[in-house]
């Protein structure tokens, strides 16, 4: 995009995004003076409250993909494709009961890694532990991507330039001072979100004739508004095992659940998925108006920049690109910091040294997130696809998860068997979805399968699971 193209002067673009990266870095440098030891490095401590856990739980959800994303939905499907994303809403609300109950079978559980492998066994930990590889490095991807795209957009940052920065800002400060400073930068991060959706969402109201923008719209693009749009229910439903999937499995959520006092783990998430759910509507509605409003989008991947820029002009973008920004990091720094876990532990340390103590855990921790951040910058380097296609690609992995962790924590009748058959059938038919029909059947694909396969198991299953053994001691 050239520089005459976009809204912000690219001076300013620069300008802003040194102010925010360094502070981003400062605070992480505060926070993580408190990270003393493995467990404050990991799980801050298990002491986190409720202001800082809703908090931290919000602004983690609140990714690029939310700011980003949700107008391609709104662009594409119309209606259904808003109230889709904010069935993401739920996965949290659900997570809120099952969080609790994995405090107290793993009072000193680790990852989500732990769960399976003590559970289900290894052969089932092996490949869950690969799911959530995939499925981590796709969100880091996609995010990553968001980030230069939404720069080069707005300011004329250069993709490569803005996607590098983003990345190595949060890089720095997620190695200093771990979930401490992951915790603490997410809590003033989702401040800013809030404030900055309400402002974008308010003044995009008063600049729309909502009137004369739905007849127009009606008239020129009355699909946006069929009830009935047979791809927008299949996205809807879709969306919403996504995010149960994404949620219910990945090792972001399960460290906060471990990091988070056990009499208040399960109001947090409660409160994160109220303040999280009118977000997606806040964000996309003006995609449904974007043609009746004159706004020419070639590129879908640029839809809520030229919205935005578009409507608000300088002062909206600014706000945008804050609170693009914001997310990014409050996302990005979870996923660094929860995958680093998750390969540290479980791999590095249950897989190939038992001995290791808790120095040197930690400082094969940092060269995880140095890593992870390294091989996200070289997958982002080319032009992979638009957002949508390159996040829904771990739809299967994340929807064939689903069906074993909730079984697993609830049923005693749940098995190794089922678990593996469950996740490699998911992924398998989830792909087949996915790569046969389009992106937006992959994840109810893969969720209804692995679901009919872990109830099969179930109802055959002869074993009585001992809760006690979850209560592994580190």
Known sequence: MHQNETVLNPTLGWTLLAI?????????????????????????????????????????????????????????????GLLAFTTASFGLFLFAPMASRIRSLMPKGFTSGDFIRLRYGRPAWAIFLLISFCYSMAWLVSMAMAG??????????????????????????????????????DFIQSIIILLGIVIVGVTALSKIDLDTAYQTATRTQPALFNALLPVA?????????????????????????FAMRKTIV??????????WLPIPLAVGFGALFSNSLGINITDIDMTGPLIAGNLLGSAGAVILFVVVFCSLGSSIDSLLAATSDLLAEDVYKKMFNPQVSDETLRRVSTGIIIGLGLVTWLICLPNIGNLMTVLFFAGPFVGSTIWPVITGLYWRKA??????LSMLLGISSGMYAYFGHGWYTASLVAT????????????????EFDWELLNEKH
């Open 148 to 185: 230069g795209i939404v720069l080069e957009a707005l300011a004329g940052i250069d993709y490569l330039y803005g996607m590098s920065m983003i990345l190595l800002v949060c890089v720095i400060y997620t190695l200093v001072g771990g979930l401490y400073a992951v915790i603490g930068t």
């Open 415 to 420: 098995n190794q068997i089922g678990a593996v």
């Open 20 to 80: 925010f990266g360094i502070l981003w870095v400062a605070l992480g440098l505060f926070w993580g003076r408190r990270a003393k030891s493995l467990e404050g490095f990991m799980l801050a401590g298990r002491n986190v409250g409720l202001a800082l856990g809703a908090a931290t739980a919000m602004a983690t959800w609140v990714t690029s993909n939310t700011i980003m994303v949700v107008p391609q939905f709104g662009l594409k499907m119309g209606v259904w």
């Open 448 to 463: 209804v399968v692995s679901m009919i396969t872990t109830f099969a198991s179930v109802a055959l299953s002869r074993t």
């Open 233 to 257: 229910l299949l996205s809807l439903f879709n969306n919403m095992f996504f995010g149960f999937g994404e949620v219910f499995h990945n090792n972001v959520w399960w460290s906060r659940a």
């Open 266 to 275: 399960s109001k947090a998430f409660g409160l994160a998925g109220l303040f």
